[in-house]
């Protein structure tokens, strides 16, 4: 049992590029999760899905866009990225319970 | 603004000795609570959890005190094991069911063998 996957796990991008972080569940939560991990701070929340086609934004969703095709996935969106955006990112998913399920996370550096 | 706060970034305990990590909040809708554990390179994985009609939760090893009143919450570990060593991050959540966490800053055990 897989798990939360997410890749990829590092991640070097130069100003301005762009590229989507990879999210896939194998235990059919119906909610996701993208979190974002910046130095000495707590984890905040991006994005969020409560189930296929249906997404909403979290406390800090600018500079970034999600998608919810399928159960399984769900890939964040990294547009025209910016050195703010240096962090580390998780994904979770959940069945409608606080039984949170983390990805290893994947460390992004933009410079 | 952070409404979950972890203010010791780090805690040193002897091995078999009691381990107590603090969270306080700020916002007093918050009515379930959660402990996450994280070691390096991996995701945090769900620890103990304690709604907000209980004062106490014991799981094991680990236990979780409420203090309303005070917003204050505590996850007490005994004894302390050296595979404890991790970072232990806070949670509040507004509902039951609620689909977003807020996480405190995070408090860095080490526990010497």
């Known amino acids: 049992n897989a798990g939360v996957t997410q890749t990829p796990k590092f991640r070097i991008l130069k100003i301005g590029q762009s590229m989507t972080l990879q999210c896939t569940q194998d235990?059919?939560?119906?909610?996701m999760y993208w979190y974002r991990q910046d130095p000495g701070m707590g984890l905040k929340l991006i994005y969020y899905s409560v189930g296929a086609g249906i997404t909403d934004k979290g406390e800090v969703p600018n500079g970034y866009n999600v998608s919810r095709s399928t159960t399984e996935d769900f890939p964040l969106r990294l547009e025209l990225a910016a050195p703010s955006q240096t962090s580390v990112y998780f994904c979770?998913?959940?069945?409608?319970?606080?039984?949170?399920?983390f990805g290893s996370g994947t460390r992004l550096t933009v410079v | 603004d952070q409404q979950v706060k972890q203010n010791s970034p780090s805690l040193s305990v002897q091995e078999g000795r009691i381990s107590i990590l603090n969270c306080d909040y700020t916002?007093?809708?918050?009515?379930?609570f959660l402990w996450y554990k994280k070691y390096p390179a991996e995701g945090p994985t769900f620890l103990i959890s304690?709604?907000?009609?209980?004062d106490k939760n014991e799981d094991g090893r680990f236990t979780v005190f409420l203090n309303k009143s005070a917003k204050h919450l505590s996850l007490h570990i005994v004894p302390s094991q050296p595979g404890d060593s991790a970072v232990y991050f806070c949670?509040?959540?507004?509902?039951?069911?609620?689909?977003?966490?807020?996480f405190g800053t995070g408090t860095r055990l080490t526990v010497i063998p």
């Open positions: 949670a509040a959540s507004l509902q039951t069911g609620a689909n977003n966490l807020f």
């Open positions: 916002n007093s809708m918050f009515d379930y």
């Open positions: 235990m059919n939560h119906n909610y």
């Open positions: 304690i709604s907000s009609i209980k």
């Open positions: 979770a998913s959940s069945y409608e319970d606080y039984g949170y399920t």
